[in-house]
């Protein structure tokens, strides 16, 4: 279903369920070249047990600007403000792929009231270390081709007109959702057209070119409390030894893989990735 949104401290945010017993919020942070509406799915599986928070990081979504500006200490700034002023003093993170870096940022800045990473399909350390150095294309053309593809779909903004065509299309389907989806065909259509209702921002390219001055491993390492990782079984970005290198980063208390899986969980499988987000970890 759709929800209304609201902007608060020039954050766009939706927010929906109950209060938590323990006083939580899970914080739902979206991936490159994305809006807060790629979570709607994942809402609608949340909302009946938990409070959930679902929001345009500045400069995506449609808080995007025409020049595209963008800065992670910036975003995080933004967002701990939006924390405050909505009176969300303890959260749970959950972010997709490389707003891996946003989340650590905000977890640094808030050991206390972030509880928690869950990181999906963030375990992006080759393709972390490929942006800053295009040349290791040469070594991996699959992921260079991946993380190529990651990019050049997050900048341009589509129609929802034609967002609605691709999805009427199986062929169209196929062409244009292979580097993301490990199915493009059995995604439902109104899911599909809702989640990237609001993609595409120029603050993507601006990422691209200053990939180089993001200190990704620095950014990570500095986070202090625990972290969850949530990874497609057909991710073509994150391979075993990414989990692993990420494990020797970050302290690590679970990986969950999700079967028949790619890069985007939220749209593929809203309701397992919503399942293992709240779910306690085993003793």
């Known amino acids: 279903m759709r929800y209304p949104t609201r902007t608060e401290g020039g954050i766009r945010y939706l927010d929906a ?32 047990t938990t409070r959930v928070v ?49 989340a650590a940022g905000l977890a640094a800045a808030r050991p206390a009231g972030v509880t928690k990473l869950v990181l999906v399909s ?37 129609p929802r ?32 057209v809702e989640a990237l209702s609001g993609s595409g921002s120029l603050a993507v390219l601006r990422i691209l070119l200053s990939a180089h001055s993001i200190d990704h491993h620095r950014l990570l390492a500095a986070v202090e409390q625990p972290v969850e990782l949530v990874v497609g079984d057909r991710d073509r970005l994150i391979s075993p030894s990414d989990v692993a290198r990420l494990r020797a ?9 999700i079967p028949d899986c790619g890069h985007w969980p939220w749209l593929e499988n809203p309701a397992e990735l919503a399942a293992l987000i709240t779910s306690p970890e085993r003793a």
């Open 54 to 102: 679902a929001i345009d990081i500045p400069g995506f979504g449609h808080s995007r600007t025409r020049r595209g500006h963008f800065a992670v200490p910036d975003a995080v700034r933004d967002i701990s403000g939006f924390l405050d002023a909505r009176g969300i003093d303890r959260c749970v993170v959950v972010s997709h792929s490389i707003s891996c870096v946003v």
């Open 249 to 257: 980063i970050m302290r690590v208390t679970r990986v969950s893989v």
């Open 161 to 192: 007109v034609l967002l609605t065509a691709l999805a009427a299309s199986r062929l169209l389907r196929t062409a244009t959702l292979w580097p993301f989806v490990a199915s493009p065909t059995g995604v439902p259509t109104e899911h599909l």
């Open 17 to 48: 369920g109950p209060e938590s017993p323990t006083g939580v919020t899970h914080l739902l942070v979206h991936g490159l070249g994305g809006s807060l509406e790629q979570w709607t799915a994942v809402v609608d599986e949340l909302r009946p």
């Open 122 to 158: 963030g375990a992006l350390v080759r393709a972390s270390e490929l942006a800053q150095h295009p040349g290791l294309a040469l070594r991996d053309p699959a992921l260079g081709l991946a993380v190529a593809a990651q990019f050049a779909a997050g900048v341009v903004p589509v």
